[in-house]
């Protein structure tokens, strides 16, 4: 079976899209129409905007959304038997099976967006990567903790993200150094995503997403939440609301689509980072660039 994987923030890149727009009046559509829905162009900030620029919370998101999703849209040879992805990225995978429209799933997006970053204002916060330790032992360092501090992404086996008050996380990291582990270091993230800091972007995001039209897709989406496959739009629904303050759970959504049948992952959209951490869960399965 073909899966089809999207990634989430922290892909992007200057020039990003540029050639999509370019080279395919059905991708300059798509893009210009994202430039009215969101007020602002995001293309030329897209096209040629410094990396800092697209840093911005506001704009990193609906980015990558439009990268992903529209490198997919205009290609005969689209046709996802299941589909997944990462954080931001599910957004992008439930337009891909058809749950979302490709408008209905920027405006989300964007939402989305603004919404995290009034949360990540409203407490200084922040995340880290830990790498060369047990999940299990990653959890049991983070409990022990004083502060806010949780197992927030399940990239690989061996890499995980923590996230939480920044003293918290500052400490975790050390006594992961302390346990064993590689590498423990802060990322230049603006807020404690996947968290139970974002519970005001959950109640935020949540009244978006119920106000929104989901259609009954084409092919299971395997969610964050529990890395299961999912068609019932109350369980999708339900699943994109807890995802903001629950983990990232991206090992164990690859072995669940293997299990479930993938015999390919394709990634669309900018980057390669998703291809890698698959190759880490399961070497023989094949990946590769949409």
């Known amino acids: 079976m073909r899966a089809f994987v999207f990634p989430g923030q922290g892909a992007q890149y200057s020039g990003m899209g540029k050639e999509l727009f370019e080279s395919s009046a059905k991708a300059k559509a798509y893009f210009l129409e994202a430039n009215d829905l969101l007020n602002f162009e995001i293309t030329k900030i897209m096209f040629e905007g410094s990396v800092d620029d697209l840093k911005q919370t506001s704009v990193t998101q609906p980015a990558v959304f439009l990268h992903s999703v529209i490198n997919a849209l205009i290609k005969d040879d689209f046709n996802p038997q299941m589909t997944a992805g990462h954080s931001l990225g599910e957004f992008s995978a439930l337009v891909a099976n058809g749950a979302l429209d490709f408008r209905d799933g920027l405006v989300l997006v964007a939402q ?25 032992v990653v959890e049991e360092v983070c409990e022990k903790i004083e502060g806010i501090v949780v197992a927030a992404n399940y990239n690989c086996p061996g890499q995980l993200v923590i996230s939480g008050q920044i003293r918290a996380v500052q400490l975790a990291c050390k006594r992961m150094k302390e346990a064993g582990a590689k590498r423990a270091l802060m990322l230049p993230v603006g807020g404690a995503f996947h968290s139970p800091l974002m519970e005001p972007a959950r109640e935020e995001l949540a009244e978006a997403i119920n106000q929104t039209i989901f259609k009954q897709p084409t092919c299971p989406v395997y969610q964050n939440v529990d890395a299961q496959g999912h068609m019932d739009i109350a369980e999708i629904k339900a699943n994109l609301i807890s995802q903001l303050t629950a983990p990232v759970r991206w090992t164990q959504s690859i072995h669940q689509m293997i299990a479930d049948g993938a015999t390919s992952f394709n990634e669309s959209g900018p980057g390669n980072v998703l291809q890698g951490l698959i190759k880490k869960v399961n070497r023989e399965i094949e990946v590769k660039s949409f």
């Not at 919404?115 to 916060?125: L, Y």
């Open 112 to 136: 989305r967006a603004m919404a995290m970053q009034k949360a990540c204002e409203a407490e200084p916060s922040t995340m880290a990567a830990v790498l060369g330790l047990a999940d299990e």
